[in-house]
């Protein structure tokens, strides 16, 4: 097998890996309370993101056998095969669990074809296309849902450390790819990159209009997200997790003006 398809395949497996934990999660939020607002809000993100994903798998056709076992887990068969109303959340749950096990499943042939089509051409993951470093992409995808998760789940404090890690690494990721001697401003800092502080590269990104003013919104626990140790004394409320997560998805603007 080619090595760009393997690699390809691995990254796709480790994702999907991700959204089947997460589907457990929100399956067993539902089953102890299908009414709770969260555990809704959880599985129409995760449902979201699984769709996207099978949509890159499926090469974005919808005859697909991959897209079709997706679009038929939302619906309730009668018993002459004819589809009928709507399955119940905890059901439809279930069912996309048992279709990403089955992508899972295909991607790990190894005598023949996976289950990936014409969407291998293109890298992925698809929100984070813009990184440079190629090894970077599958982290950050990954937490960016991690850090959706945890904002559903009311765990600001992981989500706003989680989306400003995020930041830093693509910005950290286009200042590396812009070079140390295009980044050259007067009493600015010398060293490489990665020794930089968080703020420096956030006001070296934008004053060489890699990003825009985005960040100025940041709160100050975000700008000092890893300068307290972990100090469980900060507080960061629900705001300030929403806004390094605006802030973040702007930035990704920035970095992918095509997006």
């Not at 991700?18 to 939020?29: K, N, T």
């Not at 990159?193 to 703020?199: L, P």
């Not at 960040?215 to 300068?227: E, G, I, K, N, Q």
Request: with cysteine; hydrophobic share 40%.
């Amino acid at each position: 097998m080619d090595e760009s398809l393997k690699a390809q395949i691995e990254t796709y497996v480790s994702h999907l890996d991700g959204l089947i934990r997460r589907g457990c999660q929100v399956r067993d939020m539902l089953a102890t309370d299908p009414s709770d607002k969260s555990a809704i809000a959880a599985t129409r993100a995760w449902q979201e993101d699984c769709g996207v994903t099978i949509n890159q798998l499926s090469g974005g056709s919808k005859a697909h056998w991959l897209a079709r076992s997706f679009s038929e887990a939302f619906l309730m068969r009668s018993e002459a095969g004819s589809a009928v109303e709507g399955a119940s959340p905890v059901d439809i749950v279930k069912r996309l669990l048992d279709v990403l096990e089955q992508a899972v499943a295909s991607l790990s042939q190894k005598d023949e074809g996976p289950v990936v089509s014409a969407s291998s051409e293109a890298p992925a993951p698809h929100r984070f296309d813009f990184v440079h470093n190629p090894t970077l992409r599958p982290v950050v995808e990954q937490a960016y849902a991690d850090s959706r998760h945890a904002f559903e789940q009311g765990d600001y404090d992981l989500a706003l450390r989680t989306s400003c890690g995020i930041l830093e690494a693509i910005v950290t990721d286009a200042l590396e790819h812009k070079g140390l001697s295009a980044l050259a401003v007067a009493d600015g800092p010398t060293a490489k990159v990665a020794d930089w502080s968080f703020e420096t590269r956030l006001a070296v990104a934008e004053s060489k209009g890699i990003i825009r003013g985005g960040c100025a919104r940041l709160p100050v626990v975000a700008r000092t997200y890893r300068d307290d140790g972990g100090n469980d004394a900060t507080t960061v409320s629900e705001r300030d997790a929403r806004l390094a997560g605006q802030v973040l998805r702007v930035v990704m603007r920035d970095l992918d003006p095509g997006r």
